[in-house]
């Protein structure tokens, strides 16, 4: 059983900072060590936000790069994501998952978190 539990969602004030965790077990999956975490607000659809390789490679959806960062600890089974001048449209539920491909395409990721929620006021 593949277990993937997010925390650290909060509520900011915009301008200010978060850092999401996700803890993933078993760490290591094979075929399976892509990490990503996606998004999703009330009434929109899921949207991919950033992903990670398992040697650190990432890539970004355009509307968080520059202020969003994701990065994974290997020995802790932790992957991250930074949040830097979070903006109101930031507002949704986060999720972690584990994928196949460095894509932030919901296609590619199998196991999934229950997601941990962020909100952004102005």
């Known amino acids: 059983q593949v277990q993937v539990v997010e925390s650290g969602g909060d509520s900011v004030q915009a301008g200010g900072s978060l850092r999401l965790s996700c803890v993933v077990s078993p760490g290591y999956i094979h075929g399976h060590t892509y990490r990503a975490w996606f998004r999703q607000a009330p009434g929109k659809e899921r949207e991919g936000v950033a992903t990670i390789s398992y040697g650190g490679d990432t890539l970004y959806a355009d509307s968080v790069k520059g202020r969003f960062t994701i990065s994974r600890d290997n020995p802790k089974n932790t992957i991250y994501l930074q949040m830097n001048s979070l903006k109101p449209d930031d507002t949704a539920l986060y999720y972690c998952?584990?994928?196949?491909?460095?894509?932030?395409?919901?296609?590619?990721?199998?196991?999934w978190g229950h997601g941990t929620q962020v909100t952004v006021s102005a």
């Open positions: 998952a584990v994928g196949r491909a460095l894509a932030i395409d919901e296609l590619w990721y199998k196991d």
